[in-house]
Nanobody
Framework: QLQASGGGLVQAGDSLRLSCAISGRSNSGGNMAWFRQAPGEERKFVAA????????VYGDSVKGRFTISRDPAKTTLYLQMNSLKPEDTAVYFC???????????????????WGQGTLVTVSS
């Protein structure tokens, strides 16, 4: 199971940290990621991390502003979001791919488990 939290209403330039509590089979390695979906748009890749080793990749629109990480116990996934912009407004989903490999870190279809989403709204 994946349980996302931490969303809210913030102003442009603010920071926010999302969390994703992980339990069960979804915590057994592979890749973890954050995706987001704005109203009327498709779900898009934000960031991903290799559960073992910690290698990360980011979508172009968030590079240098967002940081994905996990706690040492590997029970929680985080997304630190800095310098937020109105275009970052979306529902953010955490996802797990227990059998994911490095080359599929950013591939939506490779993720088997999804959290319920948490809404981030950035006002201008």
């Amino acid at each position: 199971q994946l349980q996302a939290s931490g969303g809210g209403l913030v102003q442009a330039g603010d920071s926010l940290r999302l969390s994703c509590a992980i339990s069960g089979r979804s915590n057994s390695g592979g890749n973890m990621a954050w995706f987001r979906q704005a109203p009327g748009e498709e779900r898009k890749f934000v960031a991903a991390i290799r559960w073992s080793g910690g290698s990360t990749v980011y979508g172009d629109s968030v590079k240098g502003r967002f940081t994905i990480s996990r706690d040492p116990a590997k029970t929680t996934l985080y997304l630190q979001m800095n310098s937020l912009k109105p275009e970052d407004t979306a529902v953010y989903f955490c996802a797990a791919a227990p059998r994911g490999i490095y080359s599929t870190l950013g591939t939506h279809s490779s993720y088997n488990y999804w959290g319920q989403g948490t809404l981030v709204t950035v006002s201008s």
